[in-house]
């Protein structure tokens, strides 16, 4: 390899660079892209090229045979990826000095943030990298990004929810505004499970979450104060498995109330089923008993 090292093709203050030789920002906190926007861009790319340069810096590494350039880049993934896709062999780039690891997170941030193109998984995460790594406070990430104090702290606490929520989340299962009366439930995790798979199941509303959410956290207070008996607790739960929604029984002494939850005319037509199966199955038992004797 020549130790003259080939200079970029230059338009303007804008170089000419192979895709190859770009390599992703190591900061960045996108890790999915979305298949079907990245198709589009790509066929834009492939009819009109990439209007807007993508930012670079310039690294040099020794090696035996002489030095070797790379470029890393500091914005611009979508519109890398999309080229690639598009089969480009260079891409129009700004080669700028190459800023410091927390600079180099905020530009990434900052550039998604403003295109919304993070999920809010990969945003949580850019902000717990920027706090943990630069020691940053709370209102020192908003102000970088933009953003006020709340909208970073509430963003964080998505991070609390267990693994299979923040995967649904990012997948689209369910919303951001989901995640609200979910961590309302974090201290009972199978509620808070439980509440996760109705929100997909039977489609809910953020709002029809939230009264769930409420009020189950009511429930467990006046359980708290008053706890159930556990036979009653286990007809309960029995009542719940056998009609695949959410059921509470309220006693006083040896009266009470029993709450089964519906959503629709469909659900309440098939919860309506279940229990005439359920009747019909046990009269089949009793008569079957009473036979035997």
């Given at each position: 390899m020549d130790n003259e090292l080939p200079i970029p093709r230059k338009e303007s203050g804008v170089f000419w660079i192979e895709v190859d030789k770009i390599k992703p920002n190591p900061m960045q906190p996108r890790k999915e892209f979305d298949e079907n926007k990245l198709g589009g861009l790509a066929e834009s790319i492939r009819q009109y090229g990439v209007l807007q340069p993508l930012i670079v810096t310039r690294k040099e590494y020794e090696v035996p045979t002489g030095r070797v350039?790379?470029?890393?880049?500091?914005?611009?993934?979508?519109?890398?990826?999309?080229?690639?896709?598009?089969?480009?062999?260079?891409?129009?780039?700004i080669i700028r000095e190459e800023p410091p690891e927390q600079v180099k997170l905020e530009?990434?941030?900052?550039?998604?943030?403003?295109?919304?193109?993070?999920?809010?998984?990969?945003?949580?995460?850019?902000?717990?990298?920027?706090?943990?790594?630069?020691?940053?406070?709370?209102?020192?990430?908003?102000?970088?990004?933009?953003?006020?104090?709340?909208?970073?702290?509430?963003?964080?606490?998505?991070?609390?929810?267990?693994?299979?929520i923040q995967e649904g989340l990012s997948k689209g299962l369910i919303t951001e505004g989901h995640t609200r009366p979910l961590l309302m439930l974090c201290e009972q995790p199978e509620q808070q499970t439980l509440l996760y798979k109705e929100i997909i199941y039977k489609q809910m509303t953020v709002r029809e979450a939230e009264r769930i959410s409420r009020r189950v956290a009511v429930e467990r207070r006046k359980k708290h104060e008053e706890p159930l008996d556990p036979e009653t607790r286990f007809v309960e739960e029995k009542l719940s498995d056998a009609l695949g929604t959410r059921v509470s029984i309220e006693r006083k002494g040896d009266k009470g109330k029993i709450s089964i939850e519906f959503f629709s005319n469909e659900e309440l037509n098939a919860l309506l089923g279940r229990i005439r199966g359920l009747y019909e199955k046990q009269e089949k038992e009793d008569i079957a008993e009473n036979f035997t004797v």
């Open positions: 350039v790379e470029y890393e880049l500091i914005a611009g993934e979508r519109r890398l990826e999309a080229s690639k896709l598009a089969g480009l062999a260079q891409v129009p780039v530009l990434a941030l900052i550039e998604n943030i403003q295109r919304e193109d993070l999920n809010p998984i990969e945003r949580a995460k850019g902000f717990r990298q920027l706090i943990e790594n630069f020691k940053l406070k709370h209102h020192e990430v908003g102000s970088k990004i933009g953003k006020s104090r709340e909208f970073v702290t509430n963003t964080l606490r998505i991070l609390m929810l267990p693994d299979e």
